[in-house]
């Protein structure tokens, strides 16, 4: 399962997660999540601004409890052992470990991560800065939307996948 988030800045200390998108590698089925922050007083206003967040984009969003399990659930569809995949996992994988642990979810990816930057990287593409808007476009892939989401940069990360 190919997983990507959007958060409300890049420390999971403070910062946390605001969206989440999926896309089962092997059947191309999605998933998109909103989720409910609950300290969106402590966003980095540039974030919110990348992420297109606005209150009122998110009245429909779950809480981050429902949504991890939701994410468990998807990764679990067509596999008997979860495997998360992502552009830069590092960086989604510090924030879900955490919200897993706060919630009191048993994190379902330990030790099963694979980065797609990192194939990138292996197949050639270190001609540009290492974000995933210049590996699709090293690849002729079809960037991710603006403002960011998370089913954007998931579909994105897919299809470069593919291409590798």
């Not at 297109?52 to 949504?67: I, N, Q, S």
């Not at 510090?94 to 994190?107: D, H, P, Q, S």
């Not at 540009?128 to 960011?148: F, G, R, T, V, W």
């Amino acid at each position: 399962m190919i997983v990507d988030i959007e958060t409300t800045g890049t420390n999971p200390d403070i910062h946390e997660i605001i969206e989440i998108g999926a896309v089962n590698e092997v059947t191309g089925e999605t998933l998109s999540l909103k989720v409910v922050p609950i300290r969106p007083h402590t966003a980095d206003p540039r974030a919110l601004e990348v992420n297109g967040y606005k209150p009122e984009y998110w009245e429909d969003a779950v809480t981050l409890g429902f949504a991890l399990m939701r994410l468990k659930q998807f990764s679990l569809k067509g596999s008997k052992l979860p495997l998360m995949l992502g552009y830069n996992v590092s960086f989604d994988r510090m924030f879900l470990e955490k919200a897993y642990r706060e919630c009191g979810i048993v994190y379902p990816f330990n030790y099963r991560h694979i980065d797609i930057m990192s194939m990138v990287y292996a197949n050639g593409g270190r001609e540009e800065a290492p974000s995933l808007k210049n590996a699709c476009e090293y690849y002729n892939i079809a960037p991710e939307q603006e403002p960011h989401r998370a089913i954007g940069g998931a579909l994105a990360a897919y299809e470069l996948l593919k291409k590798l």
